[in-house]
């Protein structure tokens, strides 16, 4: 069956624009994540939905990240006034539920010049 | 405060040489340890879970093993195709999270 989409799979923006960045998550998973990952790390946690509502947003670096997910499926990352250090690959995931294992998107690799 | 550290940082194995991958974890509450499998450019691909010590996991040449302060991935005769950067992560804590911890990962690298 489909995994995990997200699009674009790259883009390249400059300092102080605004970006959203698309998830697809899996069809039937009930929770959908949200990971940031820089060159050579592991991924770092942003955001957790369990249907709509963001049950954890703990990982979110400051107000001009923001994430929602209005019909429980598809997801929208914003970044507004974007940064050189937001550049980094973004990662969706989803899962049939919370503590079940994740599946990964391939990622969109966001770029601020 | 949770962590995760993987090492070694980086290995490099000759086709059929066995090695293992250690993942010590400190955290509060473990409630399931995951490993993943991530190739360049792509997004991590899940292997294993495991939720208690003792617990042991079997796929192909990889096994997967849990302790109360660490895990291990052990590989098996591996081949050139084994060649990817293997991640662990743990989910712990509140039971109102689904917050994955992930360490910096292994690079394993299989040469012919």
């Known amino acids: 069956g489909a995994g995990v989409s997200q699009t674009p799979s790259n883009k390249v923006t400059e300092k102080g624009k605004y970006v959203e960045l698309r998830c697809d998550p899996i069809s039937g998973h009930t929770a959908l994540y949200w990971y940031r990952q820089s060159l050579g790390q592991g991924p770092e946690f942003l955001i957790y939905?369990?249907?709509?509502?963001?049950?954890?947003d703990s990982g979110l670096p400051n107000d001009r990240f923001f994430a929602v997910r209005p019909e429980g499926s598809v997801s929208t990352l914003k970044i507004q006034r974007t940064e050189r250090g937001d550049s980094a690959v973004y990662l969706c995931?989803?899962?049939?539920?919370?503590?079940?294992?994740?599946?990964f998107g391939p990622g969109t690799r966001l770029t601020v010049t | 405060e949770d962590q995760v550290t993987q090492s070694p940082e980086a290995l490099r194995l000759q086709e059929g040489e066995s090695s293992s991958l250690n993942c010590s974890y400190t955290?509060?509450?473990?409630?399931?340890l995951f490993w993943y499998r991530q190739d360049p450019g792509k997004g991590p691909e899940f292997l294993f879970t495991l939720y208690s010590a003792g617990e042991e996991k079997e796929k192909e040449r990889l096994k997967a093993t849990l302790t109360k302060k660490e895990s291990f991935l052990h590989i098996t005769a591996p081949k050139p195709e084994d060649s990817a950067t293997y991640l662990c992560a743990v989910l712990a804590g509140s039971s109102n999270t689904g917050k994955l911890i992930f360490g910096q990962g292994t690079t394993l690298q299989v040469k012919p």
């Open positions: 995931a989803s899962s049939l539920n919370r503590g079940h294992e994740q599946y």
């Open positions: 955290v509060s509450g473990l409630r399931g």
């Open positions: 939905f369990q249907g709509t509502g963001a049950a954890d």
